[in-house]
């Protein structure tokens, strides 16, 4: 990633050019990701943050649905903004302090 980026900068590509997404997983590892987002961060690119939700048919949501059958059987379940606050997944001061550090990030030159 480190020298995809390097190659990306030497041929002009710009911080508002570049961008990565980080996926939340409802099983991911917090410090792991801050640790992630501070190192594209001193990579000088733009960071998107993405909250899982599960899409039904896919392994993540076979998986997800076993600790949490009642997405099955509720599609409001299967909406990000949804699915972490009802099962407490991530803490709404932590998503929104994250978030908004990546909004000031990200409207930096």
């Known amino acids: ?14 911080k508002k ?25 001193s990579l000088e690119v733009n960071v998107h943050l993405n909250v ?3 899409v039904p ?11 949490y059958p009642e997405i099955a059987a509720e599609p409001l379940l299967h909406n990000d903004s949804v699915f972490y606050r009802k099962y407490g997944i991530f803490s709404e001061n932590w998503i929104r302090e994250l978030k908004a550090d990546i909004r000031g990030y990200n409207s930096l030159e």
Do not use: C, N, Q, W
């Open 1 to 14: 990633m480190i020298t995809g980026i390097g190659h990306l900068k030497k041929a002009g590509f710009t």
């Open 17 to 41: 050019e570049i961008g990565f997404y980080v996926l939340l997983l409802p099983d991911i590892d917090l410090d792991k990701t801050e640790e992630a987002i501070r190192l594209l961060k």
């Open 52 to 54: 899982y939700s599960p």
């Open 57 to 67: 048919g896919t392994p993540d949501y076979i998986r997800f649905a076993k600790i």
